[in-house]
């Protein structure tokens, strides 16, 4: 799968902006069979997890995010959403997307579980 972010920008703390990671799929496979994900990176840290929504729609989030963010998915557009309201100075990073089929539950919160990546896109909070 194909993976392509967008919605990155700069705003001030506070604000809103919604990220969308549309997929191509190959022929015969259904979008709805991967788990998506979002995670995010700073220069000089590790990639770290922010969301998930799993094959049956179930979301899950990285404690700092949770009641500000929300993951959805449109499985007939093939694209999942991420929804950043009270945007805060730390939530300044690139935003990367990820696919895979096989990840289980355990694995969400791990980048090596995911075999397909976005290119990312860059969300800057000015406070």
């Known amino acids: 799968v194909q993976l392509q972010a967008s919605g990155g920008g700069l705003v001030q703390a506070g604000a809103s902006l919604r990220l969308s990671c549309a997929a191509s799929?190959?022929?015969?496979?259904?979008?709805?069979?991967?788990?998506m994900s979002w995670f995010r990176q700073t220069p000089g840290k590790e990639r770290e997890f922010v969301s998930a929504?799993?094959?049956?729609?179930?979301?899950f989030y990285e404690d700092s995010v949770k009641g500000r963010f929300t993951i959805s998915r449109d499985n007939a557009k093939n694209t999942v959403y991420l929804q950043m309201n009270s945007l805060k100075a730390d939530d300044t990073a690139v935003y990367y997307c990820?696919?895979?089929?096989?990840?289980?539950?355990?694995?969400?919160?791990?980048?090596?579980?995911?075999?397909?990546w976005g290119q990312g896109t860059l969300v800057t909070v000015s406070s």
């Open positions: 799929v190959a022929s015969g496979v259904s979008f709805r069979s991967y788990v």
């Open positions: 990820a696919a895979d089929r096989q990840v289980i539950l355990s694995s969400y919160a791990r980048p090596s579980a995911y075999g397909s």
């Open positions: 929504i799993s094959r049956d729609n179930r979301p």
